[in-house]
């Protein structure tokens, strides 16, 4: 398999690749279905401990504070299968693997899309270090402040695999006078919407495991404080 000219440009735009390193990718979009080796699950294989160590490495250093209590449930939904297969369809990379049989469901198969993703991974630490797969996976898994506009299937996944987290429920346009904090697993900004069909439509969520990130995003963005929601009190 040599890497077409899609691929290469894909590959280049996330990682900006040498041509001698981007040769290793080929096993990267070669999936298991093939019947033939080399396929991408060696590179899974690797990529899923390189992810989980820089997951664990970042939690410990940045919330010092925490117990492992806290650190495990936290770890435990950013780790999953069903938030890697998110950030794989964000970044469409199935649409570059070579399978011989693809599934009915391929953008939901949760085993495809989180191995190809741990896959590419493992190929970006094979190729650039531990350093750089820092950095890809940090940007992908850990931004500070995440927000929510007309997207309720990422929103609810959020808040299901940040359970420990944060959540600014706010006008479409921020308003001073309405900036509510909630926890993340507050029963009034999950489920069933009380007003509408939609949680991040008439109402947009800023979505943070800092509430203190959230304070500051307030008065950045309008000039307010934060209101405290009265059933979770966080």
Known sequence: MSIPNNLQGFLNGIFALTPEEIKIYEEAF??????????????????????RLIIREHSYKKYRDWNIGKLTELCKGIESDENFTIIANNLKIVNHMDIKNPPPDINENETLNAEAFEALIGALYLTNG????????????????????????????????????????????PNPNYLILHRADCNTISGIPAKGKFWSKDY???????????????QKQSGGELQRCPICKP
């Open 30 to 51: 070669i999936h298991s279905s093939n019947d033939s080796l080399p396929n991408n699950q060696r590179l899974a294989f690797l990529g899923d401990s390189v992810i």
């Open 130 to 173: 531990l350093e750089q797969t820092r950095r890809i996976v940090l940007k992908y898994l850990f931004a500070d402040i995440e927000q929510f506009k007309d997207d309720d299937k990422s929103y609810l996944n959020w808040i299901k695999n940040h359970s420990i987290g944060y959540v600014v429920n706010c006008n479409r346009q």
């Open 204 to 218: 947009i969520k800023i979505c943070s495991l800092d509430p203190n990130e959230l304070e500051n995003w307030a």
